[in-house]
């Protein structure tokens, strides 16, 4: 069984296919009938055990047009809160015959855990665990750097290669960060990490990337600028500086903006607290993709689960054909 644990595993192929299959998905999402018949008798469960809105709703999305039956799973509402554990939910799933389980868990590792564990025969795919990885929000976030800095008709092998990418905020607790860093690696981008020092984590010495404490110089040589959200749910208060001081040094607002090379985009996974790492006018502004970035979600995600569940190569050759 193939699974998507982490952004660590994909090689530049991987990467570069699923990234080629997600551009064939946006035709499907441009055209007035957004469905595809690939996974027509496929089940994928969504069993999400954190919060979330882009990821959940993006997956459920991506399933629907791929034409999967869809069951939603959420722990609040589940026998999770009567003490059922994850081997026993899985065996639950196991029963009624799932094909793919898409797994949110704050735990780092589970998907890892219930991918190898043999408690389930069905794909696994990490829509966030923990700190540790969320690979489907960096191959969003590199499809969207390849559409927005060099066209969506570009191959994908030349161009991201020394682009440099800056990741600002909270890298302690953030697995949108380090599956950002092994993925660009992986794609041939220079990564810049710029945190307050209490926000980077032990051994990022050891990463491959560079770290700054100062946004202001990394500005001027950055194509993309990812900002990170302060996960305060994750942290001890003392580790963190005070709401002020973060936005006055890490924080973008128009006049930092300027800094930022003409072509060059600003990035938000989301959530995003506005007035803190992101003022309203650079949210708002055209070189804000938040949105575009949850967009593309929905088509990464397409690919992820054709390519998994290795979809019917016949619909998508049809999509293309009809597009043309
Ligand atoms: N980017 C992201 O993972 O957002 P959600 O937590 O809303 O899914």
Not at 263 to 284: F, K, L, Q, S, Y
Request: net charge negative; glycine share 8%; charged share 25%.
């Amino acid at each position: 069984q193939r699974h998507l644990i982490s952004a660590a595993d994909l090689s530049r192929d991987d990467a570069v296919l699923i990234l080629d299959t997600a551009e064939e998905m946006a035709r499907v999402a441009d055209r007035p009938i957004k469905k595809l018949p690939t996974l027509r008798g496929r089940t994928v469960v969504n069993l999400f055990f954190e919060d979330s809105t882009r990821t959940r709703i993006s997956f459920e999305a991506a399933e629907k047009r791929l034409s999967a039956d869809v069951i939603n799973f959420t722990a609040k509402g589940s026998s999770l809160s009567k003490g059922e554990s994850l081997k026993d939910t899985a065996q639950t799933l196991e029963a009624m015959g799932v094909d793919a389980v898409v797994i949110r868990h704050g735990a780092s590792g589970a998907p890892y855990r219930l991918a190898t564990s043999g408690w389930i025969d069905a794909a696994v795919v990490n829509a966030g665990d923990g700190t540790h990885q969320h690979p489907t929000q960096a191959l969003l976030d590199a499809f969207t750097m390849r559409r927005r800095l060099v066209g969506r008709d570009a191959g994908l092998g030349r161009d991201l290669d020394g682009r440099h990418i800056t990741l600002v905020g909270d890298i302690l607790h953030s697995r949108v960060a380090r599956s950002n860093v092994d993925l660009l690696h992986t794609l041939g981008a220079e990564v810049t990490l710029v945190a307050p020092p209490t926000l980077l984590p032990v051994g990022v010495e050891t990463w491959p990337c560079e770290v700054s404490y100062d946004l202001d110089a990394t500005l001027p040589k950055s194509d993309a600028v990812m900002l990170l959200r302060v996960q305060r749910e994750r942290m001890n208060a003392a580790f963190f500086p005070t709401e002020r001081e973060y936005a006055r040094r890490y924080g973008l607002d128009g006049e930092r903006m300027a800094r930022m090379p003409d072509h060059a985009i600003v990035m938000h996974p989301g959530p995003m607290v506005r007035g803190m790492e992101i003022t309203a006018e650079v949210a708002d502004s055209g070189r804000c993709t938040a949105v575009e970035q949850v967009t593309n979600g929905v088509s990464i995600r397409m690919a992820v689960l054709y390519l998994l569940l290795g979809g019917n190569e016949t619909a998508l050759t049809h999509a293309r054909t009809t597009e043309e």
